[in-house]
């Protein structure tokens, strides 16, 4: 067993992707800094200095304190606290935490949602597939935002007395809905090509059922084009998550993501108190910038157009 595991690890080193990821300086800038939000965000509880969310630990005395080089700033506080005396960096970690979830979360969703219908619509055909594609026409006629506006305010109708408790799967339910096309047209075209291919014609002849067909033969060789676009998607639903709540209708303040963070940071910024919102956005900018860069060099890894 320790053999086969050495030889499998030993093979995926020496694979076209590893190389390609160990000759992209970015890409491995990139995966370092990911891979650093996700252990701060993952360890929150652990690695923050203070925990924003334990009442006991708050004092208003504290409050609007400066970074820790500014005049006023203690280093109990490196990053300065916002209006109620919780510490910036920690509730960096915390919201980071909260804005991954979703956004990962939203994106399974999606992924799941329009790779099933993308996947029904190039195999079956017809009037089937012509109904999901005009589903999917009219909602790419309208942008994301509106879209997980929309049922995030019809959550809100359905659940009025809870909606602070269920706000994450608000949020996750909103984003993941809006989503789900670019994963459907991407995987039908994917499909509508190999549907002719000889193994699935062959599949067919020996009587497999059209499910698993598309599951066991057609699926796996459409996963390229999902990968990528899901690993773009992380940073769009993140800041789609932080727009909804710099709108005020995402996550509670008792739980704040980065969005959340931000919006509350805004009303302080003109007067002088710029750090409460400035280092969350920095925050927010650094991960989304490292997801974007991945994705880009997981993109141009898997397209053998582009490779040397």
């Given at each position: 067993?320790?053999?086969?595991?050495?030889?499998?690890?030993?093979?995926?080193?020496?694979?076209?992707?590893?190389?390609?990821?160990?000759?992209?300086?970015?890409?491995?800038?990139?995966?370092?800094?990911?891979?650093?939000?996700?252990?701060?965000?993952?360890?929150?509880?652990?690695?923050?200095?203070?925990?924003?969310?334990?009442?006991?630990?708050?004092?208003?005395?504290n409050?609007?304190?400066?970074?820790?080089?500014?005049?006023?700033?203690?280093?109990?506080?490196?990053?300065?606290?916002?209006?109620?005396?919780?510490?910036?960096l920690?509730t960096?970690?915390?919201?980071?935490?909260?804005?991954?979830?979703?956004?990962?979360?939203?994106?399974?969703?999606?992924?799941?949602?329009?790779?099933?219908?993308?996947?029904?619509?190039?195999?079956?055909?017809?009037?089937?597939?012509?109904?999901?594609?005009?589903?999917?026409?009219?909602?790419?006629?309208?942008?994301?935002?509106?879209?997980?506006?929309?049922?995030?305010?019809?959550?809100?109708?359905?659940?009025?007395?809870?909606?602070?408790?269920?706000?994450f799967?608000?949020?996750?339910?909103?984003?993941?809905?809006?989503?789900?096309?670019?994963?459907?047209?991407?995987?039908?075209?994917?499909?509508?090509?190999?549907?002719?291919?000889?193994?699935?014609?062959?599949?067919?002849?020996?009587?497999?059922?059209?499910?698993?067909?598309?599951?066991?033969?057609?699926?796996?060789?459409?996963?390229?084009?999902?990968?990528?676009?899901?690993?773009?998607?992380?940073?769009?639903?993140?800041?789609?998550?932080?727009?909804?709540?710099?709108?005020?209708?995402g996550?509670?303040?008792?739980?704040?993501?980065?969005g959340?963070?931000?919006?509350?940071?805004?009303?302080?910024?003109?007067?002088?108190?710029?750090?409460v919102?400035?280092f969350?956005?920095?925050?927010?900018?650094?991960?989304?910038?490292?997801?974007?860069?991945?994705?880009?060099?997981l993109?141009?890894?898997?397209?053998?157009?582009?490779?040397?």
């Amino acid at each position: 067993m320790t053999t086969r595991i050495a030889l499998a690890l030993h093979g995926a080193w020496d694979s076209d992707l590893a190389w390609s990821f160990r000759h992209s300086p970015y890409a491995i800038v990139a995966a370092l800094v990911f891979l650093a939000c996700i252990g701060a965000a993952a360890f929150a509880p652990w690695v923050a200095p203070h925990n924003p969310f334990d009442l006991s630990q708050l004092d208003l005395s504290n409050s609007l304190k400066p970074p820790a080089w500014l005049p006023g700033g203690t280093h109990t506080f490196p990053l300065g606290t916002d209006d109620q005396g919780r510490d910036i960096l920690s509730t960096i970690f915390f919201g980071a935490r909260i804005s991954l979830e979703v956004g990962i979360a939203a994106v399974l969703l999606s992924m799941v949602l329009g790779v099933a219908l993308g996947l029904i619509a190039g195999y079956v055909g017809g009037s089937l597939d012509a109904f999901i594609m005009r589903v999917a026409d009219v909602q790419l006629s309208f942008p994301a935002i509106l879209i997980a506006l929309l049922v995030d305010g019809l959550a809100r109708a359905v659940i009025r007395g809870a909606h602070d408790s269920m706000a994450f799967w608000v949020l996750v339910l909103s984003i993941g809905v809006s989503g789900w096309v670019q994963y459907a047209r991407t995987v039908r075209g994917s499909t509508l090509v190999e549907k002719s291919k000889e193994y699935v014609q062959a599949a067919r002849l020996f009587g497999i059922h059209p499910l698993a067909i598309m599951a066991r033969h057609v699926l796996p060789n459409v996963l390229g084009p999902v990968l990528v676009i899901g690993t773009i998607h992380i940073a769009t639903a993140i800041i789609t998550e932080a727009t909804l709540s710099f709108l005020g209708v995402g996550v509670p303040p008792t739980q704040p993501s980065l969005g959340t963070l931000i919006r509350i940071g805004n009303d302080f910024l003109f007067s002088g108190e710029w750090w409460v919102t400035l280092f969350p956005g920095i925050a927010l900018v650094v991960m989304v910038l490292a997801i974007n860069l991945l994705g880009d060099w997981l993109r141009d890894a898997l397209n053998p157009r582009l490779r040397t």
